[in-house]
């Protein structure tokens, strides 16, 4: 079987053996990529010391007919984000950024979208951006690349206008006028600024600024990422400091 090669981040690692290592790793061309670096662990091999957790890399590997694991050949390192080392809120959220991608993707399911919003999120971190505002803009492009993207213009029940009282589900698929919300045990009430901004953040401005917005938006968008994980990010209370 011929090598593929690939543009990745490396989102997870555990150690196999002595000297072996697998690795999870989100790439540009195929997605999520889960493979096995024999050898990993020496000083001396054709790692190039790119397993570090948030490292970018340039990798070789071989892909499993059988469904296994696949076989890495080759990681060079492209780029890393030391910053992140030392501002532990920013290493938080980089975290974050890497479990979301570790959990709620699935094998081989390309996405470059998400590929370059997590280097971009990784890079903003690194320059100083706000945690929160960058792990916001990040799972507004998550939930939108995996096919989640809150209906926020109307009712996500009945198709009614919803401008002043509103709620949100993530059950439900977006916002929900007030006749509907009351059926809706995941419901979150937002206010009408809170209502405004989000709709006004998933509308794409950048860069993401929650603003006083951000005691509303940041649970509503966690129960909504919790929803589609099917569980709430571990990460996810360190982010938001709760």
Same mark, same amino acid.
């Given at each position: ?37 024999? $050898? $990993?662990? +020496? ?9 570090? /957790?948030?490292? #970018?890399?340039?990798? #070789? ?5 059988? @469904? ?8 060079? /390192? ?12 920013? /290493?938080?959220?980089?975290?974050? #950024? ?5 959990? $709620? ?10 590929? &370059? ?11 100083? &951006? ?42 439900? @698929? ?10 809706? &045990?995941?419901? +979150? ?5 809170? /209502? ?27 129960? &909504?990422?919790?929803? #589609?994980? @099917?569980?709430?990010? +571990? ?5 938001? @400091?709760?």
């Amino acid at each position: 079987m011929p090598a593929e090669q690939a543009l990745a981040l490396v989102v997870r690692g555990t150690d196999w053996s002595e000297t072996s290592r697998i690795t999870t790793l989100f790439t540009r061309e195929f997605g999520k990529v889960r493979a096995l670096a024999k $050898g $990993g662990r +020496r000083l001396k091999s054709n790692f190039d010391c790119a397993f570090d /957790l948030l490292s #970018v890399c340039r990798v #070789v590997f071989l892909r499993k007919a059988s @469904g296994g694991l696949d076989l890495l050949t080759e990681a060079r /390192l492209e780029e890393q984000f030391p910053v992140l080392r030392n501002d532990l809120p920013a /290493l938080y959220a980089g975290y974050y #950024v890497a479990e979301l991608l570790a959990d $709620g993707t699935q094998d081989y399911d390309p996405h470059p979208a998400l590929f &370059a919003a997590a280097l971009d999120t990784l890079r903003g971190l690194g320059e100083g &951006a706000n945690p929160q505002d960058a792990a916001t803009g990040f799972e507004l492009v998550w939930l939108r690349e995996l096919g989640y993207s809150p209906r926020l213009d109307a009712c996500a029940t009945c198709g009614g206008g919803v401008e002043s009282r509103a709620a949100f589900s993530p059950a439900a @698929g977006g916002v929900l006028c007030p006749d509907c919300a009351a059926a809706a &045990a995941d419901r +979150r009430w937002l206010t009408p600024a809170g /209502l405004a901004a989000f709709r006004r953040l998933a509308g794409g401005d950048t860069p993401v600024s929650l603003g006083p917005a951000a005691g509303e938006l940041r649970p509503a968008l966690g129960q &909504a990422v919790s929803y #589609v994980l @099917g569980r709430r990010p +571990r990460l996810l209370g360190y982010v938001d @400091g709760r």
